[in-house]
């Protein structure tokens, strides 16, 4: 089965910015929805924006305002601007296709997921 792939993690101070974009998509055209998340070493896995099959997105709490969650059909990619950024948003981070369309601590039921990339925020 055809992975997704995140690109675009690296570190930055409080306040600063970093675009995420992942790659596969075209690979996974369904009754889906596409998702980003993230995971802390010692946390639970948080749902952090989640893209419909009505194209409306969903946001956690904890990012609402400060992430944007985006299709780049052109390429195709799916991306995640993540300004503000705070030193509590450091994580690996994922995209991902699910069968649950939720944000949070939740079960997302994923159909397929990619390796990660690391964002790191210093303070």
């Known amino acids: 089965q055809v992975r997704l792939a995140e690109y675009g993690g690296g570190s930055v101070q409080a306040g600063g910015s970093l675009r995420l974009s992942c790659t596969g998509t075209?690979?996974?055209?369904?009754?889906?929805?596409f998702a980003w998340f993230r995971q802390a070493p010692g946390k639970e896995r948080e749902g952090v924006a989640s893209?419909?099959?009505?194209?409306?997105?969903i946001y956690a709490s904890p990012v609402n305002g400060r992430f944007t969650m985006t299709e780049d059909n052109a390429k195709p990619a799916l991306l995640l601007q993540m300004n503000s950024l705070k030193p509590e948003d450091t994580a690996m981070y994922y995209c991902?296709?699910?069968?649950?369309?939720?944000?949070?601590?939740?079960?997302?039921?994923?159909?397929?997921r990619g390796r990660g990339t690391q964002v790191t925020v210093s303070s």
């Open positions: 991902a296709t699910t069968h649950v369309c939720a944000v949070g601590y939740v079960d997302l039921d994923f159909v397929v």
């Open positions: 075209r690979n996974h055209v369904g009754n889906y929805c």
């Open positions: 893209l419909g099959t009505d194209g409306s997105t």
